[in-house]
Every structure is written in C-alpha cells, then in structure tokens.
Antibody
C-alpha cells in the first residue's frame, strides 16, 4: 500500500524552528518528486515547495512566502522527506501535508499533480 | 503568477442532482496541468482528476472534467452522499503549483 506518514508537528514560538518528517512506503521513493502543501485553519490549500528526485537533479522549488526560511530535503536511504522550517511566523500555522507527485507527458509538455497525500501534521506558531 | 478563481463558493444540492463546478485562471493554463482534488472534513485532499479530464485511480465515472485555456469545469453527474465535500482546482506552471480557493458542495 502506498503510504505517506508525516510527523514532527507541534507548538513553536514565533522566530523558532521545527523539522517535519514524512516517511514513505509502498513505492520507489528515490524516483519520486515530493511536495509539501499546507492548509491554515479554515482556509484552502497552499503549495509550500517540492524536491525533485536525485536522478533529476534533486533540486528544489519554493513558494514565495517560505523561500529563504524553509528547506526541503530527502534521505532516499531512509525513504524520508523533510521540511526544515526556521524563522517561523504566526501565519505559518497550518496542517502540513506531504505529497507524492504524479507526472506525465502531453506531447512535449510535462505535467504534474499530487497523487498521494499523507494525513498531515499540525504546526502551531504562537507565543 | 497564475491565480485560480472557483465558483460558486458554495453549491447547495440534493443527492442525485448534477453538480457543475467552475475554475477560472487569470492566464491561459495548459490543460494537461489542471487537476482537481476533493477534501472531506478532517481528511487530507484526494486527487480526483488530472490533465483536466483524466480520472485518477479509483475515481468513479460520475466525475468528469473538461475545459481549456482559462475555463475548466468539474462535473458530478449524480451526487452521492459521499460526494459532499470541498473541491479544489490546481494548476502547475513555471515550477509552481497554485490552488483555487475551493468550492464547497453541501447538502440542500
């Protein structure tokens, strides 16, 4: 069974740091592009960032609100994705979901979506 | 950055009725990079459609997607009790994902 399990959420003060983990199973993690998505209380979905597979460069992309504060990394030997969050702000309070990206080709154009989601872990930033 | 707008914000319907949800983009979106997700209270989102009109694994055929350019539609042909949820559209472009604000389908 394909599964993603997030952990590491909790209560942190503004300006603090936290590292989230996402344990993957049931698929070849090393080949997967992985994404973090968050959802503030009562709000919609917001893309946080992604990491490509090592064979595709292992590079990362980030949303503007978290760029330079959050870092996404992966340990393929442990089938684990990480989100290191620093300089946390109150507006970072959210449920953080780990997702696996699906992809395909439409002619010469690559397309992407999120085909597997974890249950999420809650991060609360408050003094 | 492409902004997605979804309408209506809330759709109140009865089981068995047809639901039509709209997603409009601020600029043209490649059809292949438009996806739809369903989210029920207290649960993670679930992929419904990708490539604007391809159903994800296990999604029943009462769900269909269409559209191109800036206007996309998710249609649920006959609402089942388990379909009452929030639906989000999502686009990908320039190495970024963006989501629409969601449409809530609730029971009339």
């Amino acid at each position: 069974e394909v599964q993603l399990v997030e952990s590491g959420g909790g209560l942190v003060k503004p300006g603090g740091s936290l590292r989230l983990s996402c344990a993957a199973s049931g698929f070849t993690f090393s080949n997967a592009w992985m994404t973090w998505v968050r959802q503030a209380p009562g709000k919609g979905l917001e893309w946080v960032g992604r990491v490509r597979s090592k064979t595709d460069g292992g590079t990362t992309d980030y949303a503007a609100p978290v760029k330079d504060r959050f870092t996404i990394s992966r340990d393929d030997s442990k089938n684990t994705l990480y989100l290191q969050m620093s300089s946390l702000k109150i507006e970072d309070t959210a449920v953080y979901y780990c997702t696996k990206e699906g992809s395909g080709w439409y002619g010469a154009l690559a397309y992407y979506y999120m085909d597997v989601w974890g249950k999420g872990t809650t991060v609360t930033v408050s003094s | 950055e492409i902004v997605l707008t979804q309408s209506p914000g809330t759709l109140s319907l009865s089981p068995g009725e047809r639901a039509t949800l709209s997603c409009r983009a601020s600029q043209s979106v490649s059809s292949s990079n438009l996806a739809w997700y369903q989210q029920k209270p207290g649960q993670a989102p679930r992929l419904l459609m990708y490539g604007a009109s391809s159903r994800a694994t296990g999604i029943p055929d009462r769900f269909s997607g269409s559209g191109s350019g800036t206007d996309f539609t998710l249609t649920i042909s006959r609402l089942e009790p388990e379909d009452f949820a929030v639906y989000y559209c999502q686009q990908y472009g320039s190495s970024r994902f963006t989501f629409g604000p969601g449409t809530k389908v609730d029971i009339k």
